[in-house]
């Protein structure tokens, strides 16, 4: 313990005298837009930073049909043509436990520009804050990352574990990626992957998939519209039904580490599209959502649930008899995950957590999915999610993140590192 | 009434004998997929029937700063190339009331095609009915018209009022085809559109005008989609108010002629669109629909009464107040018109109606907007509505026709026009 005093007052003090090098870093990798498909330039960067800081690196393109036909692969393409994995590798000096520390690189779309108050690729810092896509989700918690390990190589600190740095593609689509890693065989002890969780710690992780909803209609002029059958209308009753799975299976959601989540596992309705002609009558709707899964649950009972409950539409409207919603999986999916609550890779983050920030971490499940439920499950690798930014901030325009907390992330994952690989 | 009387036969059994001609003129219109920008084909069809029957005939492609610059020009289109009007003029002998036959010459869109039997544009024949999009709305009714004047041209019945035959573009979108016919000089004591009315008479046309709703929500992640604003959750509220706004509207519809319709004035939403993920929150969703307007009522109310009404959005959910709905009309617009139930021109129709049909002929409100309100109110032309077909078919998929109607109306229309020009 006497070693881990000064190795933290080390690492603090690396951190202030690094702010700017930080701030740069993270400037660099918004500005450089990663939406799907876009991802080379933000690699690039990452390389660029992994070399300097003196890493083996390994760069491929993911691909093949041992990742494509896996049956945990999810993503609407299956070629990543110019769209590269980039791993760093921090051989330990042997006798340690190995750690894998795991960020995406790719982010969603803008959504309504006009809504952005600056240029969504701008990395603007204002108040202490830098704004822009994938600030918060996740190139913050990428950069802490890159800091922790950065200040270790800096310092000399000796790891007897390995380090394996993983920025990935396509989390934000399924997960494509990081299965793609853990089929080239990179494993570790444990994982830790810095999303945005405002620095709360958490064990367990929400698993999510698309699903698609037809609704059928009958067209009819406008003027005589009640000739038809408005698929708008009967969408109406389907976002409702919606709605009460929903909350049935909130309801029975008991887990403590859920306590302070309004809604545990959502289902949440991000697109509808339907009819062609102002005046015409619509005879289909198309519902696009994501369907949370608990962290205890199997993919496969949700998709029986959801599909079962939407055939009770026809008790509520006869119409649904005859004309049953279509419902199809596609897109992005992502695994649950969950370790234990007493799992030694929380008591270490925890305890360096409380010596660095002065209190006790707030230990909750994640209210959405990350990669970590692959890590988990595919490459048996126990993953706690852990990272500075908040959800708040994630998906939205005008995303931004708390510098600061980047700062915070990176002294608190460096310190657990050292405790965890040992020196 | 003798010469009347023979003329009667005459025309029954000039029809009689040209059925086979009639269908295979239908076929061959349906089979001319003249939906928007596309009417060239069907329109040559048009020109080549009334060179046979040997009008005078007037083509040209509308366009020009006096039609679309005219208050009551709507379209979403200014350029109407390769979109030609054809008139063919019958010179009346003198003395006698000219009559307009307008009928239009675009089908709306086919929707889902997977919902259609045959082909939409296969103009197939089965059980006495033609199939085909534009089969009743309203090519069925343009054959009516030409098979009147066919008949008349044949016997050598000579009218003494001119007879002005418009094959028109652009109905669907708002009557810029008629409109054009206006400003181009076409003016006469009276007019009919052989819309699809199931041999009913409509003295009075609904109007109609199109609308876009923008609704607000507030994007986030799905996973924690409490922390957004549900613009598809918005837009439900949005709809509700829109029924409402209908039931309103059509509780102060007094008129008996439209004791018949159950929502006389309908509000079809007709669109919807809204989210770019379906794990985001939509922040915006597009709402676009018609509203009918009533034969006695001004455009400009109709849409000041809209707009208020989405206003007092603000009572029902606060959201609102912070972020009102925003409303654009666009495209299409179908000016409301009505003459009197005592005009002698429905008198005309209804007593050749009760000859030919054996009994009373039904006078209601039309249920949609026809190009009968600018002929009314542009050109100052008492206009009445009366053709072949139903409602129930138009707009639909499997669009037909019954064909015994189209030569129903032709017979009625053809005594109409020689009681009405006189001879």
């Not at 952005?116 to 990352?145: C, Q």
């Not at 859920?258 to 949440?268: A, L, R, W």
């Not at 949700?302 to 199809?328: G, H, M, T, Y």
């Not at 439920?373 to 939205?396: C, D, R, S, W």
């Amino acid at each position: 313990m006497v070693i881990s005093k000064l190795f933290s007052a080390q690492i603090h003090q690396w951190l202030q005298a690094n702010r700017a090098q930080g701030e740069t870093l993270l400037k660099s990798l918004v500005q450089a837009n990663s939406i799907q498909g876009n991802e080379k330039q933000a690699q690039a960067i990452i390389i660029e930073t992994l070399t300097k800081i003196g890493l083996k690196i390994d760069v491929w393109e993911p691909g093949g049909s041992e990742l494509t036909e896996h049956p945990y692969f999810s993503s609407p393409r299956t070629d990543f043509s110019g769209s590269p994995n980039v791993i760093g590798i921090l051989k330990g000096t042997g006798g340690g436990r190995s750690i894998i520390l795991n960020g995406h690189i790719d982010v969603v779309p803008i959504g309504d520009k006009q809504q952005w108050k600056h240029d969504p690729f701008s990395g603007e810092i204002i108040d202490g804050r830098l704004y822009g896509r994938g600030a918060t989700d996740m190139k913050g918690g990428n950069v802490s990352l890159l800091l922790a390990i950065s200040a270790i190589r800096a310092l000399g600190i000796p790891l007897k574990g390995d380090v394996i740095f993983q920025s990935v593609i396509e989390e934000e689509s399924g997960g494509a990626g990081t299965l793609a890693a853990i089929l080239r065989g990179y494993r570790a002890d444990a994982a830790i992957i810095p999303e945005p969780t405002n620095l709360k710690i958490f064990p367990k992780q929400q698993g999510s998939l698309w699903f698609r909803l037809l609704v059928k209609g009958r067209a009819a002029h406008g003027g005589t519209r009640y000739e038809g059958v408005s698929a708008i209308e009967k969408a109406l009753v389907v976002i409702n039904q919606i709605k009460e799975l929903e909350r049935k299976r909130n309801s029975l959601i008991t887990d403590p580490l859920f306590n302070d989540i309004p809604i545990p596992i959502p289902i949440n309705l991000g697109r509808i599209q339907g009819g062609d002609w102002p005046s015409s009558v619509p005879d289909l709707v198309k519902l696009e959502g994501r369907l949370g899964v608990s962290p205890e649950e199997e993919i496969a009972e949700a998709k029986n649930e959801l599909e079962s409950w939407l055939q009770r539409l026809q008790e509520i409207d006869s119409w649904f008899a005859e004309n049953p919603v279509e419902v199809e999986w596609f897109g992005a999916r992502w695994v649950p995950g969950s370790i234990d609550v007493n799992h030694e890779l929380v008591h270490v983050i925890s305890s360096t957590y409380e010596k660095i920030i002065g209190k006790n971490p707030i230990i909750e499940a994640s209210p959405w999915g990350t990669d970590g439920g692959l890590l988990t499950k595919v490459g048996g690798i126990p993953t706690i999610v852990f990272g500075p930014g908040t959800t708040e901030e994630a998906h939205f325009p005008n995303e931004s993140i708390e510098i600061e907390k980047v700062f915070d992330a990176a002294e608190i994952i460096a310190l657990t590192m050292i405790e965890w690989c040992e020196t």
